[in-house]
């Protein structure tokens, strides 16, 4: 069944034309891939952590989606379609997905009595072949749940002696990222497997600019939530121009994915607020042995600048930072002892990463990144007050990407 969100009123009544950003651009517009940067969900407490995720079609036309839950290490663990009539909109719980349920959609020759994908008055809904057999999907079975949770907890796979996906927190929440690709047909292959990408999306991936995205961080019955990072498809193959899904297609421009900034600026409050970043490790990962962590091992840091209310400025570049894809940190905890109360930080988190890889030829130190802060207001008597999730600015972008430190 759906259910609406807050980005459905995105789609206003009369559907203007599109806008387009600049390539490199950090912009809310209709895209080919969303990222949800970061992700949890509490397996043990069906009230406790989770993750609500929206996608939706901008466009009258039908859409076919590929959603990839990536973990913390950033190693893809699974994948599955939503389908989307025009206009449509999709809502998940990770948690959900993680136990089992898949989201219930499908094309319309799989739902010719458009009971599960209704289709609107001004919405297309066509047949996916491809999607015959697959769609909607069964509850996953019991094998594959628990693979799943052990490689977004950090525990043992399965099966696997010794190999994780994802370093252990001791814990059962399970962490990580989530993307959406637009895609030309239901196919069990992940991004950067061969045929996802081939030139001017002739493979299983498209390059329709059509999704928008908005996710919400649950916890008990605090919510905090912020638009998904929309990354549009256009610029041809061109191996001098990063991409978003470089590292997955040895920089050959054939995603066409739109990248990201590395450098990023943000205001804080000491003790309320959480960095959550994700980074591009800039290498392929895959499961590892769980005593010795993932190939990329610990990814550096370029800069981290803490600007109080008097301009004095701390220097944490030196400190081990954000080592992993996605990583949720507390300002003024050991990790980051931020003494000043509040101020403003600035972030550069573009690294070389392992030589021995491909990278961007215009810029080999360049890294892509994304920074949210999630602020925990005071308390004010009987009322708790709303969580905060605000997006970075960013202060450069991948094609002119500036640095500003030195490495550790």
Not at 138 to 149: K, P, S, Y
Not at 288 to 308: H, R, S
Not at 347 to 367: F, K, N, V, Y
Request: hydrophobic letters at 40%.
């Amino acid at each position: 069944m759906k259910r609406s969100l807050s980005l459905a009123l995105a789609l206003s009544a009369t559907f203007p034309a599109v806008a387009h950003a600049e390539w490199g651009a950090q912009d809310n517009v209709p895209a080919a891939t969303l990222l949800f940067p970061y992700a949890e969900a509490d397996l043990d407490a069906a009230n406790g952590k989770d993750t609500i995720l929206g996608i939706s079609n901008r466009e009258p036309n039908a859409t076919l989606t590929n959603v990839v839950v990536w973990s913390e290490a950033g190693v893809p663990v699974l994948r599955f379609n939503v389908y989307l009539t025009g206009y449509d909109v999709e809502v998940f719980r990770l948690r959900d997905v993680l136990t089992g349920t898949l989201p219930a959609t499908a094309t319309d020759g799989q739902d010719q009595a458009d009971t599960i994908s209704p289709q609107g008055d001004q919405s297309q809904d066509i047949n996916f072949a491809t999607c015959n057999g697959v769609l909607p999907y069964a509850a996953l079975d019991a094998t594959e749940v628990a693979r799943v949770q052990a490689a977004l907890t950090g525990s043992p796979l399965p099966g696997q002696t010794g190999r994780c996906a994802a370093p252990a927190r001791g814990d059962r929440v399970a962490r990580g990222y989530v993307t959406v690709d637009v895609v030309n047909s239901c196919d069990p292959r992940f991004p950067g497997e061969d045929g996802y990408f081939l030139p001017n999306g002739g493979g299983v991936a498209a390059r329709q600019n059509r999704l928008l995205g908005e996710f919400f961080l649950v916890d008990g019955t605090q919510t905090a939530g912020a638009p998904a990072v929309h990354l549009e498809a256009g610029v041809a193959n061109n191996t001098y121009l990063p991409t978003f899904y470089g590292r997955l297609v040895g920089h050959s421009g054939l995603d066409g994915r739109e990248p990201l900034a590395g450098n990023y600026a943000i205001p804080y409050v000491t003790g309320r607020a959480e960095l959550l970043v994700w980074r591009d490790p800039k290498v392929a990962v895959t499961d590892f042995a769980c005593d010795e962590g993932p190939g990329y091992g610990t990814l550096p840091l370029e800069a981290l600048w803490v600007f109080d209310r008097q301009e004095e400025v701390l220097d944490f570049s030196q400190r081990p930072l954000f080592p992993h894809v996605v990583t949720r940190t507390v300002v003024g905890e050991a990790a980051l002892p931020v003494v000043a109360r509040e101020g403003w930080m600035h972030l550069s988190l573009h690294h070389r990463g392992d030589p021995t890889e491909l990278a961007p030829a215009m810029d080999p130190d360049a890294a892509q990144g994304v920074v949210l802060v999630l602020t925990h207001p005071e308390r004010q008597g009987a009322v708790r007050p709303f969580l905060s999730l605000q997006r970075a600015a960013a202060t450069d972008d991948a094609l002119r990407p500036a640095h500003l430190g030195s490495y550790p």
